[in-house]
C-alpha cells in the first residue's frame, strides 16, 4: 500500500511504458522508476530518451548501466562521464531512473552575494508556497565552486548503488558559469525519490558536468517551479510500493546522493 500522503499530498500515478503518452501539462513531475529500484541495483529501464523528452524539458538521472550522470535543460539530453566531460545523449538510449517536468517557474529568487551550499537550500525553501509538496528547481549563474562526482559504468551482475558510489570519481569546478538543475521530494517520499534537493550541474559551455554534492553560487537566478502531481513510469519487476523509510534504507540513500 502506498502512504496515504503520497497519494493525497504529491498525487502519484503509476503506469507502464506500453502506456505512456507525450504529456505537455505543466506543473506536472514525471518520473522513470524509482531510486529504490536503482539502489538495488536495477540499472536497465525501458525508456528511450526520446520518449523521455515528450515528458518534460527539465530534469536530471542517468544511463543504463549506470552509465554517468544526466542533466536535463532547455530541452537537450547531456550525459556526465566518470570524469565530469560531457557529451549529447542519444535519443535512442534508454535510462533506468530519471525525473522531468516541463519547466514554468512560479517562485523566483536572486542571488547577489555569495552563499554557501546550505544558505541556498534556505533560500530556495523560503520561497515555497505554504503547502508546497514537491518543486523542480533551476539555478543560473556564476559558481565559486561546485563540488560535483559521477560514476563508471556498470557491468552484470549488478552492485547495488550505495556500493557503486564507493568507486564515483568526485571532482571540483572552479569559477563556473552554469545551469544547475533538480527537485525536492518530501521525507515521506524517500524510496521512491530522493527526499529533500537532488541536483545536477552542467557548466555554460556545455563541457562539464555532474550530480552535486556541494555548491558555492556568487551571483545566480534560482527560480522554481512547484508541483503536486508525480507520474511514475514502472519498468518490469519494478513496482510502486510504500517507501521503506528504514534506517537501512536512508542511510543507503545518504551514501548514494551525498556521500564525498
Given at each position: ?5 503520497l497519494?493525497r ?59 554517468g ?27 533506468p ?116 554534492l ?47
Amino acid at each position: 500500500m502506498l502512504d496515504e500522503r503520497l497519494v493525497r499530498a504529491l498525487h502519484v500515478q503509476s503506469l507502464r511504458e506500453e502506456e505512456l503518452h507525450a504529456e505537455r501539462e505543466p506543473h506536472v513531475l514525471f518520473q522513470a522508476s524509482t531510486i529504490g529500484a536503482l539502489l538495488d541495483g536495477a540499472y536497465e529501464g525501458d525508456v528511450t530518451f526520446a520518449e523521455l523528452a515528450e515528458h518534460g524539458d527539465l530534469g536530471l538521472g542517468t544511463l543504463n548501466s549506470l552509465d554517468g550522470e544526466m542533466i536535463a535543460v532547455d530541452g537537450s539530453f547531456y550525459r556526465a562521464d566518470v570524469e565530469g566531460a560531457i557529451n549529447e545523449v542519444d535519443p535512442q538510449r534508454r535510462t533506468p531512473f530519471a525525473v522531468l517536468t516541463w519547466f514554468t517557474p512560479t517562485a523566483e529568487v536572486r542571488l547577489d552575494e555569495p552563499v554557501s551550499h546550505k544558505e541556498l537550500m534556505a533560500l530556495l525553501d523560503e520561497q515555497l508556497a505554504g503547502g508546497t509538496v514537491a518543486c523542480a528547481v533551476r539555478v543560473d549563474g556564476s559558481f565559486e565552486r561546485v563540488h560535483a562526482r559521477s560514476v563508471p559504468r556498470q557491468s552484470p551482475p549488478y552492485r547495488g548503488l550505495a556500493e557503486v558510489v564507493s568507486d564515483q570519481h568526485v571532482f571540483d569546478l572552479a569559477d563556473v558559469e552554469g545551469t544547475m538543475v533538480g527537485f525536492r521530494f518530501p521525507d515521506y517520499s524517500e524510496g521512491i525519490e530522493v527526499s529533500g534537493y537532488h541536483l545536477h550541474f552542467i557548466t555554460a559551455d556545455r563541457t562539464r558536468g555532474g550530480h552535486v554534492l556541494e555548491c558555492h553560487p556568487t551571483r545566480a537566478v534560482a527560480t522554481i517551479d512547484a508541483s503536486t502531481d508525480l507520474h511514475v513510469e514502472l519498468p518490469p519487476g519494478v513496482d510502486l510500493s510504500s517507501p521503506q523509510a528504514s534506517l537501512e534504507t536512508h542511510e543507503a540513500l545518504n551514501r548514494a546522493e551525498h556521500w564525498g
